[in-house]
């Protein structure tokens, strides 16, 4: 059994807490949350943070609640936010919030003496009327109170809604229903949560005098400075229609040398034992302790096979070791995935069931510029078909090559990889 806190330490996943926090969860077991509004589609690896808070909360004999915004997503959560935030339609909300339900149904144990729980707040609000909830939650803290929290304060120039300035509140109560019905008496967030969530413990110690605790993880970085989980094309999804699965393995496998001791502690589920010897055997070689993380990663949050499959996909477009039964074994979506990070060419369903020269094809797809190119790219032997090198000006290429009746792979040199794709 894990000690929670001290996990957190040695992870450097620990920000701040309450006092008497670590004391409480030493001497009993404890039903804590984390809320989450499904502002998004899918989940993110930045809230995958979160989410690895809940699993080591639950592996240290403790019962996570997760709390899904049906009803906060609706408002929008102003911390550290440099704008007012689009509203979402109910509808966006409601699709979005089952969706993610799913995705966290993966990553904790739904039984057992420690299964965690899924509540959605909406169903503390939709049966309250305004008045009702201005006298029984709007009463509970003061305007100078709010304010003087830095969710609030750093929104003030810019400019803050009514509707963003009452998400405190939304969440306070949140807290304190939660409390009274689970008797959850923990709140665990990023460390821009640390307002909000401080509220909540004053909103269950003023209303009905209980003790209430508060941890908070820091925000994750990169190296650079910039913030977790964004790149070029946005966010890093945990839904492979948003990120695929390979370019989920990939990003792990590209990180900066330099965050890898940080993503290594926020992410694995090894111990500390076996992190300390991981980095110590390779201490030289940044790129395969990144091959392992990234590994682990791709099959909890995805799965074995996929695993499988992007591995196999990288062998072929990056490893030395890939030969013809490397491509024959792939199934059609690997041959998509090469065809979205490699140069894809088009000819048509005609031209190869007829069968086409091989000095043709390099021409008409502009692989070599010319059939002079051509020729003596084959003679100097640098071109090949599906891994076979092609010794012959006068091979034709014929539907007999295709990879599941739509692909064939061409390479010129051992850098420059094509992927020749047939069309109607």
């Not at 890093?236 to 390979?246: A, E, M, Q, V």
């Not at 065809?339 to 007829?354: G, L």
Request: with cysteine.
């Amino acid at each position: 059994m894990l000690n929670f806190i001290e996990e957190l330490r040695w992870r450097g996943m620990l920000h701040d807490m309450t006092p008497g926090a670590d004391e409480l969860m030493q001497n009993k077991k404890v039903v804590g949350y984390i809320g989450f509004d499904p502002t998004a589609p899918s989940m993110t690896i930045g809230n995958f943070v979160q989410i690895m808070l809940l699993k080591l909360f639950q592996l240290s004999g403790h019962q996570p609640i997760v709390l899904m915004g049906g009803a906060t997503g609706r408002i929008g959560d102003p911390s550290f936010k440099d704008k007012e935030r689009d509203l979402k339609s109910y509808d966006e909300l409601d699709s979005n919030l089952s969706f993610q339900k799913e995705q966290i149904k993966k990553f904790l144990d739904f039984e057992g003496p420690n299964a965690a729980i899924i509540v959605n707040n909406l169903d503390f609000y939709k049966n309250m009327n305004i008045l009702d909830f201005l006298r029984d939650v709007g009463k509970t803290l003061t305007i100078s109170y709010m304010m003087s929290k830095d969710s609030v304060k750093n929104r003030l120039e810019t400019g803050l809604s009514f509707t963003e300035f009452s998400y405190q509140l939304l969440q306070s109560y949140d807290f304190q229903l939660l409390f009274d019905q689970y008797n959850c008496v923990l709140q665990m967030g990023g460390s821009d949560q640390w307002g909000n969530i401080t509220s909540g413990t004053e909103f269950i110690r003023r209303n009905i005098d209980g003790k209430a605790y508060a941890v908070t993880t820091p925000l994750l970085t990169k190296a650079d400075g910039s913030k977790f989980g964004k790149s070029e094309q946005g966010n890093i999804w945990l839904d492979p229609k948003l990120t695929s699965p390979y370019k989920f393995y990939q990003f792990w496998l590209n990180a900066d040398d330099a965050d890898l001791p940080k993503y290594l502690r926020y992410f694995t589920l090894k111990s500390k034992e076996e992190v300390e010897n991981l980095e110590q055997t390779y201490g030289n070689d940044p790129r395969g302790l990144k091959a392992i993380l990234a590994e682990e990663l791709t099959r909890r949050v995805h799965s074995d096979d996929d695993f499988k499959a992007v591995f196999q996909v990288s062998q072929l477009l990056f490893g030395n070791q890939a030969g013809p039964d490397t491509l024959l074994e792939m199934g059609i979506n690997e041959l998509h995935t090469i065809a979205e990070e490699i140069p894809c060419k088009a000819i048509s369903a005609s031209d190869i069931s007829q069968g086409i020269n091989i000095v043709d094809l390099l021409t008409v797809t502009t692989i070599l510029p010319s059939k002079t190119e051509a020729r003596k790219a084959i003679q100097g032997n640098a071109i090949s078909i599906n891994k076979v090198k092609v010794t012959q000006v006068e091979q034709m290429v014929t539907s007999a090559d295709l990879l599941h009746n739509m692909y064939f792979m061409i390479e010129n040199g051992k850098k420059n990889k094509f992927l020749i794709k047939i069309q109607d």
